[in-house]
């Protein structure tokens, strides 16, 4: 078999990466994906570095075993703490982040240059993304908020509901104090976010989809690597969802994020 | 060193058992504890039936080793689906569980012979209340209420906030349709929510804080047992932490639920 029929790999701590999964689907629709949730130890957020570089580790050791052609990383803690882990052991094969990816569409969205950040209290506490947009643009300033509730209330369904809708209004009011232009959608939670977040910081505020941005840079990564599946195969695209435990609720919330239905999901 | 000087035993998946510890240091000054919480794992409200049995075990042959004379199950997904495996590895040692402590604590309570159980998902789920509740007393009537957001809303510190007063209205709704006269405190972290849960809920239920009721069942049991610290040494007790990972925040948190400085916290 040809490496440009190997799948994808991406991998979150939880369900949350079915996000980027369903971009890709969107952006990529001949493309095999395989993904990895580590379910039973979810959330990364609230460990300590050396616990998620090590978790970070044997995920990338399965997906490598797997065959997988790139890799995606979807959880904004491991981008922001465990990337060189991941590079180290993929060797040869492409590797892309949430984190660079919305560093980088942010610095092309903005034109005030101040960009807000909002995302979990681990991913902001390790700078990554005010690091890395600096070191695209150091002239621009960054705004950072971190967001704990916003993963509960997503998991609990409540996207357009008053309880979440204050609760924007209190994380946002910092952030857009300092007038920012771009907000950068930091966990791949928010993206189910979007609508309220939209209508809390208002129109002149374009707000950057880490999942998206991520998809149509895998796009670009693969056509300049040669590497984009060219959808000759009778078949269609074969996805596969691996998890660590099957928690309660796993299905509804899954296929919440991924925008379709789960099919059959692997326990490893 | 005499049984009686020997620790009690108190696990959890996180930090909030320290909640039950801080009841056992009021209601029991003279004892020492040891407190385990799996904060590399937690929370084990997602997680499976058998990753939480498997878990559950391994803390117990920890604590075991220890030399605890009595365990405390402050975890009520632990208590819920494995307290059969935390019996059956402690052989001849006392355990009590905030579930069974709860429910007993309830039934004397309640008047009406209605109780209201609010919970984490996992808990409500399992049944477990309602089911002692009816071993206890056939002809009570409960009503159970998961509520998914208290844990990340207190994890917050947002204990009087508007968002979490409008997501105690919506919780406590359906249950207080039913006319409890009784409301458990099901989750380890509510009884910080105390002052709002009761002010929702109204001066006419008795809310059952399962600390408290966990602490004071303890002193009844060290009593009967002669297991209870007499408090005639010259040092004062010894309270140990363990956990097996130091997370973000954690001894803010920590010690917003013991109520005092943690000190030095072991990793495992």
């Known amino acids: 078999m040809h490496k440009r029929n190997n799948p994808i790999g991406v991998f979150d701590s939880g369900v949350g990466g079915l996000t980027v999964v369903r971009a890709l689907m969107e952006r990529l629709p001949h493309e095999n994906i395989i993904y990895f949730g580590d379910t039973a130890r979810v959330p990364y957020g609230v460990k300590s570095v050396e616990t998620i570089r090590q978790f970070t580790g044997e995920i990338v050791d399965f997906l490598l075993a797997q065959n997988v052609k790139m890799l995606n990383i979807a959880c904004k803690t491991m981008a922001a703490v465990a990337s060189d882990v991941v590079k180290e052991r993929a060797g040869h094969l492409p590797v892309l982040d949430v984190i660079e990816a919305g560093a980088k ?23 990554a993304y005010a690091r890395r947009i600096a070191s695209l643009d150091a002239s621009i300033r960054v705004f950072s908020q971190p967001c704990p509730l916003f993963v509960p209330l997503v998991e609990e369904g409540w996207l357009d509901h008053p309880v979440t809708r204050l609760t924007t209004q209190e994380y946002l009011k910092p952030v857009l104090a300092e007038q920012v232009d771009t907000l950068v959608l930091g966990c791949t939670h928010y993206p189910l976010l979007k609508p309220l977040l939209q209508e809390v910081a208002g129109d002149k505020v374009t707000l950057v989809d880490s999942a998206v941005t991520t998809a149509s840079q895998t796009a670009h990564l693969l056509r300049e690597l040669a590497l984009a599946n060219p959808g000759d195969h009778p078949t269609p695209p074969v996805y596969r969802y691996v998890v660590t435990d ?23």
């Open 105 to 127: 569409a942010a610095v092309d969205a903005s034109v005030s240059k101040t960009i807000g950040v909002i995302a979990t209290p681990t991913t902001i506490n390790s700078n």
């Open 246 to 268: 099957v928690p309660l609720r796993f299905t509804t919330i899954g296929e919440r994020f991924l925008g379709r239905s789960l099919g059959r999901v692997e326990v490893v």
